[in-house]
C-alpha cells in the first residue's frame, strides 16, 4: 500500500469550460472517455470525406461551402469548428476538474481515467493525483486482434499487461503541497511490494534505480505531470513535466508500475473495469 507521510487538504475546483465532462455519478460509463475523444475526430472525418465526394465537378455541396467558409473565419457550423479548430476533445476528470488530452505522444489514446486517493488515520480520503491510462490502438489491433470475442475484458487487459504494447500512465497532480520526496517514498512501497511478486525479492537495485529518478530538485505543484511509459522492448520511461529523467529496460519492472493502476488490486478498480471494457472496443471497431 502506497504511503503519503503528509496531512494535506484542498478545495475541489470547479468544472473548466470547452471540455467534455465526465458525467459525476457513481457508476461511471465504461465507455465514455472512448466515445468523448472520437466525437470530434468523427467529425472532421466526415467533414472531410463529403469535401472530398463533392468537390469533383459542379457545385459546391453544402459542406464544401462550410469548409470554406469556415478556413476563411466565417463558419456558421459550431461543430465543425470545433472539431476542425480545436482539435481532439479532452475528457474531465469529474471529482478533481483535470482535463486529460485524448491524445498524447501522437498516436497513444485515452483508455481511461482514475483517481488515486489516499486514506489519512481512517477518517478522511485525500485526491492525490488523478491519472490517465494511454495505448497505441494500432499497436494492439495488431498483437490482440485475434484474441478479439475469444477473450473477456478483464483477460484482454492481462494480455495488454504482458504484451509490447506501448502504454502510458499519465499521473496529474492534484495536491498542491506533494513533494517529490514522498512521491519516491510512496513508489518505494507500492512498486517495491510488486516487485517481489513479479520479478522476485532481488529486486533492491531495479527499485533504487527507478526510485532515484524522482530527485528532490524537481517541483511537482498542482497541476504538474509525470508520464511513466512502457515503450516497446519493455523499457519503462519516466518524465517530469516534459523532461525526460531516465529509462529502464525491465519488464518486471513495467509490469509493476501498471499493476498499480490496471491490475487486480488497482488503485481506482472503477477506472480499471473501464479501460478493461475501452479495451475491448478498440478491437471491435
Known amino acids: 500500500m502506497v504511503s503519503f507521510r503528509f496531512p494535506f487538504s484542498f478545495p475541489q475546483p470547479g468544472n473548466q469550460p470547452n471540455v467534455i465532462s465526465k458525467a459525476a455519478t457513481t457508476s461511471r460509463s465504461h465507455s465514455f472517455s472512448a466515445v468523448a475523444c472520437s466525437v470530434a475526430a468523427g467529425a472532421a472525418t466526415f467533414a472531410a470525406i ?5 468537390s469533383r465537378g459542379g457545385e459546391p455541396s453544402v459542406v464544401e461551402n462550410a469548409l470554406n467558409s469556415l478556413l476563411s473565419g466565417r463558419s456558421s457550423l459550431p461543430w465543425a469548428s470545433l472539431a476542425l479548430a480545436d482539435g481532439p476533445a ?5 471529482k478533481t476538474g483535470e482535463s486529460f488530452p485524448c491524445v498524447i505522444s501522437g498516436s497513444r489514446k485515452l483508455l481511461g481515467i482514475g483517481l488515486r486517493r489516499k486514506s489519512l488515520l ?10 490517465g491510462v494511454y495505448t497505441d490502438k494500432d499497436e494492439v489491433r495488431i498483437s490482440l486482434g485475434d484474441k478479439s470475442g475469444k477473450l473477456s475484458a478483464a483477460e484482454l487487459k492481462q494480455e495488454l499487461l504482458e504484451a509490447d504494447i506501448s502504454l502510458t500512465v499519465r499521473l496529474q497532480i492534484v495536491y498542491g503541497k506533494l513533494s517529490i520526496r514522498s512521491v519516491r517514498n510512496a513508489f518505494e512501497d507500492s512498486v517495491g511490494s510488486r516487485l517481489q511478486k513479479f520479478g522476485g525479492t ?11 529518478q524522482f530527485k528532490d530538485e524537481y517541483k511537482i505543484p498542482r497541476g504538474s505531470v509525470i508520464e511513466l511509459s512502457r515503450e516497446r522492448g519493455h523499457v519503462l520511461r519516466t518524465t517530469i513535466e516534459g523532461k525526460d529523467v531516465g529509462s529502464i529496460e525491465s519488464k518486471a519492472l513495467c509490469r509493476s508500475i501498471l499493476d498499480l493502476y490496471i491490475g487486480e488490486e488497482p488503485f481506482d478498480k472503477q477506472a480499471k473495469e473501464e479501460i478493461e471494457n475501452n479495451l475491448a472496443s478498440f478491437l471491435q471497431k
Open 90 to 94: 479532452s475528457v474531465v476528470e469529474s
Open 50 to 54: 463529403s469535401y472530398s465526394k463533392n
Open 122 to 131: 481512517g477518517l478522511k480520503s485525500i485526491d492525490v493525483y488523478a491519472f
Open 202 to 212: 532481488d529486486n533492491k537495485e531495479l527499485l533504487q534505480r527507478f526510485t532515484s
